[in-house]
């Protein structure tokens, strides 16, 4: 199993508000519009990417960090071997990813996916 890359998620209410600093002054691009989360970047060098999001997906809270890997079910079974519980899924959302969410050792919310 492979990291692909590794994107932190700013909860935040007003998800627009993140325009002007983000994408007009910054000048990254929108790369991932969903309504309750953006992601912006860079088309050209995708590990700048960073996303503002008003709730996880699928009702679900704010992960602090989203990991894409390359095989998801073997991660997931990592994670359980090492003794981390899953907090959500495995499960296969409508928007193109496969994921589940898991506390790393500080207690931080992360989501682990794949595009499917």
């Known amino acids: 199993m492979k990291v692909k890359r590794i994107v932190p998620n700013i909860n935040v209410r007003n998800i627009s508000a993140a325009k002007t600093f983000y994408q007009d002054v910054l000048g990254l691009d929108i790369l991932m519009d969903h309504g309750w989360?953006?992601?912006y970047g860079s088309s050209d060098e995708m590990s700048v990417?960073?996303?503002?999001a008003s709730q996880g997906g699928s009702q679900k809270p704010t992960p602090d960090l989203s990991i894409e890997v390359d095989n998801v079910d073997i991660c997931i079974e990592r994670m359980k071997s090492a003794g981390f519980p899953i907090e959500y899924g495995p499960v296969d959302e409508p928007w193109g990813v496969r994921r589940f969410f898991v506390r790393d050792p500080f207690g931080k919310l992360i989501n682990i996916l794949a595009h499917t």
């Open 37 to 39: 989360i953006v992601t």
């Open 49 to 52: 990417q960073i996303s503002f």
